[in-house]
């Protein structure tokens, strides 16, 4: 008598977690399998649609200026009808991560890319990490276009932010203190040369320090930026901080004694490191030199501390937090999205 055998089925969630480790060539493969595993593998794919190739993210903006038609055709009717999708999938719906500096420079028109937040807003989408690349601009109008309270809802969920170009951060410290409650991973350049403004940056950074919810891992950049001040800033949650460097800020006469007090941290790393930093943390450290062009570079000195503030020696072994051989897979992890999944497949 013959028996059936059933084939073994990978679950929904063994299928996730095999596909986020693939590469995008991958990625592309494993649509055309069946319809299972494209339905797994799209909102992998369109999480971050502006943070591949000028090609692809080309095709992603194309496809989200179908969205933007549909939703002004809906705006300019009169009637009531029944809205259908203009592409198979709700592609802006698995949007995760948007680098902004790529959407920028896909598109030129910025009343388009302002377009794009208002139906990212009006669809309650939220991502969990902003990018922006470092451009050598510092138009600020432009650049801080989605730190207007009205796209605040979008960012409310951020994680993970990355901003590199050169314009005053005020109003993204104050939108990040505003509104990112649950910020795990901050690495920004805070150059700005009006006194005024560095004033009020650093009280946005005394706020965003207060409102944490999780243990925070910050890499800030400020040449020539006013250390005390920073550290008064940092002195205000000493328990929040585990990973921590600061590069190019003035530290002339600091006390570091609050060091031995940051219970939980596992990283402090900085430029030009004063004496006394030597003597709370111990002369056992690394140095690590980041080329930012072919004419510079920042040279950043670290230690890595165990639960008890001390260093610890098997932990050189390991990357640098903030500059690992490959991005760090915590930060990316998205929650939400395996949720969906697993209860929509």
Not at 110 to 128: F, G, H
Not at 262 to 274: D, G, K, R, S
Not at 297 to 321: A, G, M, P, Q, R
């Amino acid at each position: 008598m013959s028996t059936d055998i059933i084939k073994p089925r990978l679950v929904t969630e063994i299928l996730i977690k095999i596909f986020k480790n693939l590469g995008i060539r991958d990625l592309l493969s494993v649509l055309l399998v069946n319809q299972e595993w494209c339905q797994v593998a799209i909102p992998i794919y369109w999480r971050a649609p502006f943070s591949y190739k000028k090609k692809r993210s080309i095709l992603a903006l194309k496809i989200y200026r179908l969205f933007l038609e549909q939703e002004n055709n809906t705006n300019h009717s009169s009637q009531t009808t029944i809205q259908t999708l203009p592409t198979l999938y709700d592609y802006p719906f698995f949007l995760k991560e948007l680098n902004f500096t790529n959407l920028l420079e896909l598109d030129k028109d910025i009343t388009n890319v302002d377009a794009i937040l208002k139906m990212l807003t009006s669809r309650e989408i939220r991502i969990t990490t902003f990018i922006m690349d470092n451009t050598g601009t510092g138009n600020d109008n432009i650049y801080g276009l989605w730190t207007k309270s009205c796209y605040a809802p979008i960012f409310s969920s951020l994680v993970h932010v990355e901003i590199y170009p050169p314009f005053p951060k005020n109003r993204v410290i104050k939108a990040l203190a505003n509104n990112c409650s649950n910020l795990f991973h901050l690495d920004i350049n805070l150059y700005d040369n009006c006194p005024s403004r560095v004033l009020e940056l650093i009280n946005d950074l005394n706020q965003l320090f207060s409102n944490r919810k999780r243990l925070l891992n910050i890499r800030l950049v400020f040449p020539k930026g006013p250390g005390k001040l920073l550290i008064k800033a940092l002195q205000s949650r000493l328990e929040c901080f585990k990973h921590i460097e600061l590069a190019k800020w003035t530290f002339n006469d600091c006390d570091w004694k609050w060091l031995k007090k940051c219970q939980n941290l596992a990283e402090f790393a900085i430029t030009n490191p004063q004496t006394q930093v030597f003597d709370v943390l111990g002369i056992e450290s690394e140095l690590y030199r980041l080329r930012i062009s072919k004419n510079s570079k920042i040279t950043t000195t670290h230690w890595h501390l165990d639960k008890d503030n001390k260093v610890d020696k098997i932990s050189f072994e390991s990357s640098f937090y903030f500059h690992p051989k490959k991005p760090p897979a915590e930060p990316y992890h998205d929650e939400s999205l395996e949720e969906f999944l697993l209860h929509k497949l």
